[in-house]
């Protein structure tokens, strides 16, 4: 008589195979074997199909010979077993329905062209980040703000009551009051931040009478194009919450400044290719050109673009690539603005550069940006350049706990709001004043 133990193993082993040995059965035994035997168990599914993956089949080449067609079962109206499955024309309506609408092939469209246009849209990840950006834009880099902005920051004329006090507040209402939840997500709270920041910022209308000259505008669509080289781009697509004005922005440089950039060296990242990472397009029209509203909108003008990282819950871009994209689509809304007020046709040097803002946030970093349009004559590397102005990596604060962080039984960063930084709000402020003060 077999032993109770091989019995018992024998049983619980019986889906698998018949024919192992005692001895392996031992060892199994002393490493827990049988237990991860006994969980791998599938009841009601032979071992045929456990053991194996199904290939998926292969359609079945239909031959067609003349003269010998294959006898099928329209005639009959129902399905006979032996005979052909019968090939009925695909039926076409005789009215238009979009739900059904199928696209022709793209050879075939009125637009189509031989030579392919590169477009940017809000979801284009640039594998160079800025340096890409600055590139495609014909663009000068300088770190930090513009002195002007730097002064109206600081000036105790445009500065609001309490400010500190009431900028802590907002961040507070954003991170810990404005929900019922146990702490709210990244898109929520940095959006009711900016929402926050922008309503204290429009305190200061009785002060400031030109900030009654502005209104918001959101999920409009912006459509610009130009020549880079031999190869033709488009910016296309929505972006973010546009503040835009009757007047526009004054020049940050002078003519000066604006010339001496001819002698500025772009900075290329060879062997990588400019257009890497830009959506390849065939099917498309060459001199569009849109702002996004009708020519006799009373807002014109273009004054600052508010970005949030968290904005698309289904795509995310790196710091870096999100910077590019902040100051990819200020240039398409100076450009835009450029073709409108001067033509297509490339100028070398506008008569008034035009000058649009950007402040991009995370709900704690903030990245502020100014962009000058001072050419669209952006075929060739000669010539007089475009300049932006780049303040990254700003911090508003450091901490926002629901709970005390704590290692080793001690508090490593208390409960609150911790590391307020109001040269950060100044920068803000002194942004969405521009040109009203």
Known sequence: MLPETYRWFKAALSPFSQTTSLKELSRLSAHGGASRLQARRHFGVSRRLT???????????????????????ADRMHYVPGLARPLFP??????????????????????YKEKPCYIYNQRTSALEGVRQALWLTKTKLISGLPPQLISVAESPANQIPDQDERVQNAIKHARFWDTTEERPGKAKYSKTLLTNLIHLCATLQSSHPAIGRKIFAEKYSLAAAWKR?????????????????????????????????????????????PTIDLQKVNVYKEN??????TGDHPYPHAHTIYFMEGADPHFKLRPERFRA??????????LAQAHKLY??????????PITVQAVGTNGRIFQFLVFQLNTTDLSGNDGVKNQVWLDEDVDLYDFAKVRPLIKKKQVKV??????????????????????AV
Request: charged letters at 20%; glycine letters at 8%.
């Open 51 to 73: 053991a194996k993956v199904l290939r998926a089949r292969k359609p079945r080449e239909r031959v067609d010979i003349p003269g010998l067609e294959m006898v099928t079962y």
């Open 90 to 111: 695909a039926w076409e309506r005789d009215y238009k329905d979009p739900r059904y609408y199928r696209s022709p092939p793209p050879h075939d469209m009125p637009l």
């Open 229 to 273: 080289g031999d190869d033709l781009f488009q910016i296309r697509g929505q972006n973010g919450l546009l503040h835009s004005s009757m007047d526009p922005l004054p020049a940050v440089s002078g003519k000066q400044e604006v010339v001496d950039t001819a002698d500025h060296v772009l900075e290329t990242f060879y062997p990588v290719s």
């Open 288 to 293: 569009v050109n849109c702002t996004g509203f």
């Open 325 to 334: 994209s902040m100051l990819m689509f200020t240039f398409g809304n100076a």
């Open 343 to 352: 033509g297509t046709q490339p100028q070398p040097v506008l008569d008034c």
């Open 414 to 435: 208390p409960s609150g709001l911790a590391g307020y930084n109001s040269e950060t709000f100044r920068k803000f402020l002194a942004l969405y004043l521009h040109g």
